[in-house]
Antibody
């Protein structure tokens, strides 16, 4: 089955760190650009970061740049998000999403995980 | 970066047709995509690219675009279509992504 499964969320104190993981299965993980998207409680979706299949292209949302690092391990079919200096406003469900580009000039998120909840609170 | 604007809430009578719109400068360059999200669930892609539906999405969902505005239309809305709908696209730089604020669709 084609799926993504996030893990690593939890309760962390302000200023703390957390590493999220996303396990991919059922498709050729190494062929796709992958993204993280978050959703604060009761709020809308917010794009966080993307990493290309070759890791040559990495982008971060301006609001998080400098505090997060995206990475991937093709051997483990896994995507990661290292988050540092966490703030209360980082509290959200974090989703990993596969980016598809077929047909040409189309870019979209066609596969999402169920998300993992990060709560930043003292 | 750029922004995408959606109406916060839209309602439709059962069985009627409803359109949800998304406006932003990036849509002059990039196609809008649409996601449906029900409470407690992950978003699901319902429309992408040049008005294409993913496998499994019924043809009562359709899309259109003109200039800086894209629309998602549901023909014959049913109770199961009640959800939050988000548009997104690449931003004007082409390197980042933007989401609309979401539209809460209520089926009356």
């Amino acid at each position: 089955e084609v799926q993504l499964a996030e893990s690593g969320g939890g309760l962390v104190k302000p200023g703390g760190s957390l590493r999220l993981s996303c396990a991919a299965s059922g498709f050729t993980f190494s062929s796709y650009t992958m993204n993280w998207v978050r959703q604060a409680p009761g709020k809308g979706l917010e794009w966080v970061s993307s990493i290309s299949s070759s890791t040559s292209y990495i982008y971060y949302a301006d609001s998080l740049k400098g505090r997060i690092t995206i990475s991937r391990d093709p051997a483990k079919n896994s995507l990661y998000l290292q988050m540092n200096s966490l703030k209360a406003e980082d509290t959200a469900v974090y989703y990993c999403a596969r980016e598809n580009t077929e047909p040409a000039r189309s870019w979209y998120f066609d596969l999402w995980g169920r998300g993992t909840l990060v709560t930043v609170s003292s | 970066s750029s922004e995408l604007t959606q109406d916060p809430a839209v309602s439709v009578a059962l069985g009627q047709t409803v359109s949800i719109t998304c406006q932003g400068d990036s849509l002059r360059t990039y196609y809008a995509n649409w996601y449906q999200q029900k409470p407690g669930q992950a978003p699901v892609l319902v429309m992408y690219g040049q008005n294409k539906r993913p496998s499994g999405i019924p043809d009562r969902f359709s899309g259109s675009s003109s200039g800086d505005t894209a629309s998602l239309t549901i023909t014959g809305a049913q109770a199961e279509h009640e959800a939050d709908y988000y548009c997104n696209s690449r931003d004007s730089s082409g390197n980042h992504w933007v989401f609309g604020g979401g539209t809460k669709l209520t089926v009356l």
